[in-house]
T-cell receptor, first 112, second 113 residues
Framework: GQSLEQPSEVTAVEGAIVQINCTYQ??????LSWYQQHDGGAPTFLSY????GLEETGRFSSFLSRSDSYGYLLLQELQMKDSASYFC?????????????FGQGTELSVKP | NAGVTQTPKFQVLKTGQSMTLQCAQD?????MYWYRQDPGMGLRLIYY???????DKGEVPNGYNVSRLNKREFSLRLESAAPSQTSVYFC????????????FGQGTRLTVV
């Protein structure tokens, strides 16, 4: 089957660094994406890793290791507004259907 | 530029009633998706369409049908609503290229009583 697993909840304090992990049991996809969703809102795209290694976008970084079937999202200098749910996702090639599937999400709570 | 538009935003149905959720995108995207979101369950793919004229089942297709009316529009139909279909439904679209981001509508909050 195809599945992505994430911790259900993570708590951290303002100004700290937090890492949200994603492990997957699927194949045939190309890259790992991350999305953010604030309570009651629509998910929005954060980052994409096509290759193994670290991708940095401002305070957010994302990492992928295909050999370990593992990735993570790193949030630095946490702010209260970072309290949200974070989802990892994989997208399959068009000639393999092109579907986009998500993990169950990690709810991040940032405390003062 | 509206992006992805879903209608309605809220809906209450009685068990056994039918309805169609509408979704339209104005970004000329090839791929469109329907998801449902339940507490603690993340976003589960119901159906998707890789291009106009094609649709495929996702992870939880039972009880639903879809129509890719044209490149812009992708509708989701509940033929006989059940309380288990109470959920928040999201439509999304993206370009065909792998790695491009998906854009989501604001969701439809459906309650089946």
């Amino acid at each position: 089957g195809q599945s992505l697993e994430q911790p259900s909840e993570v708590t951290a304090v303002e100004g700290a660094i937090v890492q949200i992990n994603c492990t997957y049991q699927t194949s045939g996809f190309y890259g790992l994406s991350w999305y953010q969703q604030h309570d009651g809102g629509a998910p929005t795209f954060l980052s994409y890793n096509a290759l193994d290694g670290l991708e940095e976008t401002g305070r957010f970084s994302s990492f992928l290791s295909r050999s370990d079937s593992y990735g993570y999202l790193l949030l630095q200098e946490l702010q209260m507004k970072d309290s949200a749910s974070y989802f990892c996702a994989v997208r399959f090639r068009y000639n393999q259907g092109g579907k986009l599937i998500f993990g169950q999400g990690t709810e991040l709570s940032v405390k003062p | 530029n509206a992006g992805v538009t879903q209608t309605p935003k809220f809906q209450v149905l009685k068990t056994g009633q039918s309805m169609t959720l509408q979704c339209a995108q104005d970004m000329n995207h090839n791929s469109m998706y329907w998801y449902r979101q339940d507490p603690g369950m993340g976003l589960r793919l119901i159906y998707y369409s890789a291009s106009e004229g094609t649709t495929d089942k996702g992870e939880v297709p039972n009880g639903y049908n879809v129509s890719r009316l044209n490149k812009r529009e992708f509708s989701l139909r509940l033929e006989s609503a059940a309380p288990s279909q109470t959920s928040v439904y999201f439509c999304a679209s993206s370009n065909r290229a792998v790695g491009t981001e998906a854009f989501f509508g604001q969701g439809t909050r459906l309650t089946v009583v």
